[in-house]
């Protein structure tokens, strides 16, 4: 399986962009990232995720690089109550029950 | 929609005692995951089915750990006898189908074994 390498930690000042980097320079031609967030004390709750295109939803936006080898998250407008731990994941077709979650990056949104 | 529904929420237990962790999950998904997350940690899969089989088991101790999913609806995990490295969050997420729909997680519960 692919694996993920992400920064154990991020600081971001409230109301400004937050970009989550993460590497996955494994990763195949039929695998997607997909990226999670964990508020403490509560599961991990889904983001987005995307193939090659950059992906924008109403939480946040996912850019991946030409060659996939990494991607970063965005967050446009950081709240305090984005601070979490965020994991990106990589997985495909026929390794979907084992994507590796890592531990992921603990950011922390200060005001 | 309904999210996936775990309990207990928290579960204290003396070590070489039994306890089982039940998970709902939302209503129409067929593929279950058990996990595991240890304090500071991400989340380790246990277990994954799809309806009633079980297809990927190969990261859950079978010594001590069980888990059954009846009519491919909810699942109970188990676990006898507790051992103290056992203490960690018990996650479960389902998914609309194993290979790329997104998994929806439940908040877990808390084991710790004493």
């Known amino acids: 399986d692919a694996k993920t390498t992400q920064p154990p930690s991020m600081d971001c000042a409230e109301g400004r962009a937050a970009n989550l980097p993460c590497n996955h320079s494994t990763i195949s031609g039929n695998e997607y990232v997909y990226w999670y967030r964990q508020i403490h004390s509560q599961g991990p709750q889904y983001i987005i995720h995307?193939?090659?295109n950059n992906e924008t939803n109403e939480m946040a936006s996912l850019i991946i690089t030409e060659d996939r080898k990494s991607s970063t998250l965005i967050l446009p407008h950081a709240t305090l109550r984005d601070t979490a731990v965020y994991y990106c994941i990589v997985r495909g077709r026929y390794n979907a029950g084992k994507s590796t979650f890592g531990d992921g990056t603990t950011l922390t949104v200060k005001p | 929609e309904a999210g996936v529904v775990q309990s207990p929420r928290y579960k204290i237990i003396e070590k070489k005692q039994p306890v089982a962790f039940w998970c709902n999950p939302i209503?129409?998904?067929?593929?279950l995951y058990w996990y595991r997350q240890n304090l500071g940690q991400g989340p380790e899969l246990l277990i994954r089915?799809?309806?009633?089989?079980?297809?990927?088991d190969s990261q859950l101790p079978k010594d001590r750990f069980s888990a059954e999913r009846l009519k491919g609806v909810d699942s109970t995990l188990k676990i006898q006898p507790a051992e103290l490295g056992d203490s960690a969050v018990y996650l479960c997420?389902?998914?609309?189908?194993?290979?790329?729909?997104?998994?929806?997680f439940g908040n877990g519960t808390r084991l710790t074994v004493t």
């Open positions: 995307g193939l090659k």
């Open positions: 997420a389902s998914s609309l189908e194993a290979r790329m729909s997104p998994l929806h």
């Open positions: 089915y799809e309806n009633e089989e079980a297809v990927d």
């Open positions: 209503s129409g998904h067929n593929t």
